[in-house]
């Protein structure tokens, strides 16, 4: 019964379909990222090859339980014992050059994937509980910039990626582009990523970091050099001044209550920097970590009860009156 | 025999037939009752308690596995919450590796070895009553923890700063490695017990190339648990001291290392995966004979296997962290090593379908489940071979690929071998025969559902669904795959339940087994079954590989040992001749004091360091009672 109404309550919350993206844009087999593309080719062949030996034991297998025998049970013999012996020789005499063959073809293929672009679009990528903090770097500091759980990149360049964990290990993983490396604190790991095709394309958490490790996605969208580049100038401005009643309302509210001591919204007294900085918030596609499809509603229903949507996540909740509410989500959503 | 004969002292060469049992009996014996079970050190009904305690552990284990897999079938289910599930998860893979599946193969080996070596008790039997109860607190420990909403959420594994002072607030994360340092104690106790018996107390004539593989296996295991076991003390040590006085050793702040403590965790995390491995491949080694009616092929190429794998486990623990950016060469280097390990592994396959081949096999449950063992095992090793390439590893790693790898190997490659072996062992256990016909049903119910439940996961690993995380999110295309392996994972929990039920049914009512009811060639056949409290009447002396197929007849026997009191022959190490009469413990209390004293400061050390000091006098105490020489005949050795 509690079950069957928490699911309502349940799809209630998700009527936002965030499904507005193929279904398998999160795969290490549907794939648009130039390492990720030659990985699966090496899983493709890997897999073959076993599959094949699989097949070869099974084979065996049958062989050696079902081969029609001739006669009473007899003690081994020697003739027979030496053809053994030659077969299981032979098997491992394989088995080794299989194994040596994939090693060499690892050895190479980690050697391709290390080999860097020549390019200076570097992201710093920071893992936090549980929420990724993405910063743009570049050799000019004032035009860089930060935002939170989305990182757009130009297709066709190779892009560098500073992986650093803040709190605990997370390991970034956006499989259709690259496989995963682990945000390690005190260590500074690195990777490089890079789309073949404009997209959307989903990475998640791969490291247990603890109460929500389900819910710490991110999204990458590989676009055109343009697109990208409008999107960096309008990334690397101030938040706009509100312009509607409400959400201008919704400023007032966001900069005197306690939401200001954890997040930036640059253009604003807002600096805090625990949580996301929300600067753009509007303009990201989802909220929480991929965990909605950021609208209206959902701010405000992630804002309401944060700890029921995604229990145990640092954000508190902030009690705020209803009109507080639809006044702040408003103004979140007009940060665009 | 180098000690001189007293006037007082009764021999068996002087007494005979039903007069010599009733000594070894009344010498022998477990008093009835509670003190006799409290005070027993007799290696059978400890090994027996041992088997039984693993077995509950993993049926609550299983349990578990079930929870998460209900709490999986839908995306964003709300059965279980974030913190719950996190402790389900948590408590599954540290129940069943520390809890189940290196204590349940120590179980058997505890009462299999001395009885395949053909002596009379385990060497150092109060250790190894010892060790049961220390067992026995770690896993109460943990799962009474768990009951009380206290279980540890941080993962088998317990990576920092996760499991740090700064992350895991509350006692969760000290009693994960509490329980760690239980059954360290209880492994190690019985690994040292291992080495000595296998080493000393072999049956006169049984030299090193005439110990049978589950033995020999055995060995090599207690050596990897003798020297694996150091690195998770050191790591679960040195993570306690951190969150209880304030140490760095995995502080990065305070120049301490997050890494260090995944190379100290792995240390010991990979060579305990051939801990329980290479004790089911010692056991299908040593079933494959009277179920192929032949020797096994290649006794020195198996033996030289087990070796082989166990030198090289020491060697791979890297691979658990091909994605925290090692440095590239290394890296290969223990792709390498990991690659290497599938030629020790594809040798004993292909000796035993050699085997096989040239055998006439007796399709009896056992070899079923060591055909199931084939068919799931060589999947778990090939994928194993998969993630051992670092590239593809980087895909895969901390994937529901590697969650179904792993199954494979542990449930595939050790648990099919040892419900095998259970089937096998049974008549020896309890004198009754398992039904073949449940036993069967068992074994198509498991291995269907299974590879039903487990093969799924492959491809959710490829399709992007990581480890550990308790819910999905509807828009990803896992769900159909996800309600697949939890339907399927019915059908796997119906086997096991047949398996138990056949298990009960037969305890009480099964038919009567013969003493060697599969015409097995190893001595622990060569006695009755149930076996007697002092297993052999007269210690077998040994001449061949397969000594009950060699000497159909009647067993040489080696006389001259004291029957007034507990007295088993010493061999020597390379040869196994005798050489000394040696005295064997008599039942005692203080074992159980003294674990009880130890878990109480253990668990008392989780909340003050001061427990170590004050907890420590009362385990002194016990230990000086355990070895205060009490008069006994025993002592005089």
């Given at each position: ?63 050696a ?34 194994i ?19 390019d ?21 500091p ?8 989305e990182?757009h ?25 690259a ?38 996605a ?46 930036t ?11 996301p ?23 405000a ?36 | ?11 068996d ?16 014996k ?29 049926v ?5 596995a ?88 941080v ?104 890494l ?200 959710l ?9 308790y ?79 060699d ?55 989780i909340?003050?360091p ?28």
């Amino acid at each position: 019964m509690i079950r069957a109404l928490s699911k309502i309550c349940l799809s209630a919350m998700l009527a936002v379909p965030l499904a507005a993206c193929g279904s398998n844009w999160q795969s290490a087999l549907d794939v648009h990222g130039t390492s990720a593309i030659s990985l699966k080719h090496l899983i493709l062949l890997i897999v073959a090859v076993c599959s094949v030996v699989w097949m070869l034991v099974m084979v065996a297998l049958i062989w050696a339980l079902w081969h029609r025998r001739e006669g009473l049970s007899t003690p081994p013999q020697p003739g027979r014992e030496r053809r053994m012996t030659i077969a299981v020789i032979g098997a491992v005499i394989v088995t080794a050059v299989i194994i040596g063959t994939f090693t060499i073809m690892s050895f190479f293929a980690t050697r391709s994937l290390s080999v860097a672009g020549q390019d200076e679009l570097t992201i710093r990528v920071r893992g936090l509980q549980w929420w990724w903090g993405i910063e743009y770097l570049g050799p000019d500091p004032s035009r860089r910039f930060e935002t939170a759980n989305e990182i757009h990149i130009p297709v066709g360049r190779s892009v560098h990626l500073k992986l650093e964990g803040l709190d605990v290990i997370h390991s970034f993983w956006v499989p259709s582009l690259a496989g995963k490396q682990d945000l390690i604190p005190g260590r500074s790991n690195e990777l490089t990523i890079r789309a073949e095709q404009p997209g959307v394309y989903r990475g998640q958490c791969a490291e247990y970091c603890g109460m929500q490790h389900a819910h710490m996605a991110l999204l990458v969208i590989a676009e055109s050099q343009d697109d990208f580049d409008k999107w960096a100038n309008a990334e690397r401005n101030a938040a706009a001044q509100p312009v509607e009643e409400e959400a201008a309302a919704g400023m007032q509210t966001f900069l005197t209550k306690p939401c200001a001591a954890c997040h930036t919204i640059r253009g604003t007294i807002a600096a805090g920097t625990t949580g996301p900085d929300l600067t753009h918030v509007g303009s990201r596609r989802t909220i929480a970590a991929g965990l909605f499809e950021t609208t209206r509603g959902s701010l405000a229903a992630w804002i309401a009860d944060p700890q029921t949507i995604k229990p145990g996540n640092n954000m508190p909740m902030v009690p705020l009156a209803p009109e507080e509410l639809r006044d702040v989500s408003a103004y979140l959503a007009s940060l665009k | 025999m180098n000690m001189p004969a007293k006037a007082s002292d009764t021999r068996d060469i002087d007494i005979q037939g039903s007069c010599l049992t009733e000594a070894l009996t009344e010498t022998w014996k477990t008093p009835p009752g509670i003190w006799g079970a409290l005070t027993t050190v007799d290696h059978k009904i400890i090994g027996r308690r041992y088997i039984f305690t693993a077995f509950v552990f993993l049926v609550l284990g299983g349990v578990l596995a079930v929870l998460m897999r209900i709490q999986l079938a839908q995306p964003e289910a709300r059965l279980l919450g974030p913190d719950r599930y996190n402790q389900i998860f948590t408590m599954h893979g540290a129940n069943m590796m520390f809890l189940f599946a290196v204590p349940v193969m120590e179980a058997v080996a505890v009462y299999l070895v001395p009885l395949m070596v053909g002596t009379r008790n385990i060497a150092f039997p109060r250790l190894n009553a010892f060790s049961y109860w220390i067992y026995l607190a770690g896993g109460a420990l943990l799962w009474i923890a768990f009951a009380l909403d206290m279980g540890p959420d941080v993962g088998w594994f317990a990576y920092v700063p996760l499991s740090g002072p700064q992350y895991a607030a509350g006692k969760r994360a000290d009693i994960w490695a509490q329980m760690i340092t239980f059954t360290e104690v209880s492994a190690l106790a019985v690994a040292v017990e291992m080495v000595v018996t296998v080493f000393k107390q072999r049956a006169p004539g049984m030299t090193l190339d005439r110990i049978p593989v589950f033995v020999w296996a055995m060995l090599v295991t207690s050596f990897l648990i003798i020297m694996a076991m150091p690195a998770i003390m050191v790591a679960s040590t040195s993570l306690i001291l951190d969150r209880l006085v304030g140490t760095h050793f995995f502080n990065p702040a305070e120049g301490g290392d997050v890494l260090l403590w995944q190379h100290l965790f792995w240390f010991f995390g990979h060579p305990e995966v051939y801990i329980i491995f290479l004790p089911a491949a010692g056991m299908v080694s040593t079933m494959i004979e009277p179920f192929a009616r032949r020797p096994a092929f290649g006794y020195l190429g198996l033996v030289m296997a087990l070796i082989a794998t166990g030198i090289l486990a020491f060697g791979l623990w890297v691979h658990h962290m091909f994605v925290a950016g090692l440095p590239r060469l290394g890296e290969s280097f223990f792709t390498a090593s990991s690659m290497a390990i599938a030629i020790p592994a594809g040798i004993q396959i292909f000796c035993w379908l050699a085997t096989l081949w040239d055998g006439r096999p007796v399709f009896k449950t056992p070899l079923l489940f060591i055909i199931g063992f084939f068919v799931t095992f060589v999947i778990g090793g090939l994928t194993g071979v998969m993630v051992a390439s670092v590239p593809f590893d980087t895909q895969v790693h901390d994937t529901y690929f590697v969650v179904a790898h792993f199954h494979y190997v542990l449930v595939g490659g050790a648990v099919f071998p040892l419900l095998g072996a259970i089937h096998y062992w049974f008549p020896k256990l309890t004198g009754r025969m398992m039904s073949e016909t449940l036993g069967q049903w068992s074994f198509w119910l498991i291995i269907t559902g299974f590879n039903a439940t487990f093969f799924p996961m492959h491809i959710l690993g490829l399709e992007g669904m990581p480890r550990r995380i308790y819910t999905y999110q509807p828009d990803l295309p896992w769900h159909a795959l996800n309600v697949f392996a939890s339907l399927s994972s019915i059908v796997l929990t119906a086997g096991f339940l047949v398996f138990f039920i056949n298990v009960i049914r037969s305890a009480w009512a099964g038919d009567v087994a013969s003493d060697n009811p599969w015409d097995a060639a190893t001595l622990e056949w060569a006695t009755s079954s149930p076996p007697p409290s002092f297993n052999f009447a007269m210690i077998p002396v040994v001449n061949s590989l397969h000594p009950l197929w060699d000497c159909r007849d009647a067993l040489a026997v080696a006389k001259g040992l004291r029957t007034d009191r507990r007295e088993l022959v010493v061999t020597s190490l390379n040869t196994a001749e005798p050489q000394a009469r040696e005295a064997s413990p008599r039942n005692s209390i203080w074992p159980l004091l003294t674990a009880i004293a130890t878990s109480i400061m253990l668990i008392w050390s989780i909340f003050t360091p001061w427990a170590v000091v004050w907890g420590s006098i009362p385990i002194a105490i016990a230990l000086i009672g355990w070895f205060w020489p009490k008069g006994t005949p025993e002592d005089e050795a």
